[in-house]
């Protein structure tokens, strides 16, 4: 009789640590992915990006249209190098806001990805791009997309685009040397005094 009970008894301990167990495997987290591409290119944060660096590229256009325009006044040796330092410069310009742009869709997307993170609990997320394989069951791209669609996200104040040629440069250099000169004649007409 006593090993009838103790036989129970190890029969309920096994069930019991066998529950213990399944019930510790349930603890994992739970893996799913986003495909930030999609994210990136079909989200609204991301037609928002693209209306306002097309805002962007209209301003420094005409920033570059006007610039044109004043080097006309500049002697032929010096335009066509003033021309591409100019260029670079808008170029630059412009890759600085792309990059800011991108930036803030990226962090928006982050942002709800983290909300919908916490609301599920004890999640993984990773981007699509860095599976070679996954069933669509764990794909929550639209979840995420849904979400940043609802926000709304900032961006950068457009640019003001200023012109100021070499020529300009010059008459001020001239005019500060003028100054220095009247200067130093005051101080001699003062030293003889």
């Given at each position: 009789m006593c090993t009838r009970q103790l036989s129970r008894f190890l029969l309920l301990l096994l069930l019991s640590l066998t529950v213990a167990l399944a019930g510790c495997k349930s603890g994992d987290?739970?893996?799913?992915?986003v495909d930030v591409e999609k994210i990136m290119t079909d989200?609204?944060?991301a037609k928002e990006a693209n209306d306002h660096l097309a805002k962007v590229q209209a301003?420094?256009?005409k920033g570059l249209e006007a610039y044109q325009e004043e080097l006309k006044k500049s002697p032929e040796s010096q335009r066509q190098q003033e021309l591409q330092q100019?260029?670079?410069l808008l170029r630059r310009q412009l890759v600085l806001e792309?990059?800011?742009a991108r930036n803030v869709v990226h962090k928006h997307m982050l942002a709800q990805i983290e909300a919908w993170r916490t609301d599920k609990g004890n999640t993984v997320v990773l981007?699509?791009?860095s599976l070679l394989s996954a069933p669509a069951t764990v794909d929550i791209t639209a979840d995420i997309q849904t979400r940043m669609d609802a926000g709304?996200?900032?961006f950068a104040e457009l640019p003001k685009?200023?012109?100021r040629t070499r020529p300009d440069a010059d008459t001020g250099k001239d005019e500060v040397q003028d100054k220095k000169s009247s200067d130093t004649k005051d101080k001699k007409e003062s030293a003889k005094k």
């Open positions: 987290p739970q893996v799913v992915c989200s609204k944060a301003i420094l256009q100019g260029l670079a792309q990059a800011a981007a699509r791009q709304t996200v900032e685009v200023s012109i």
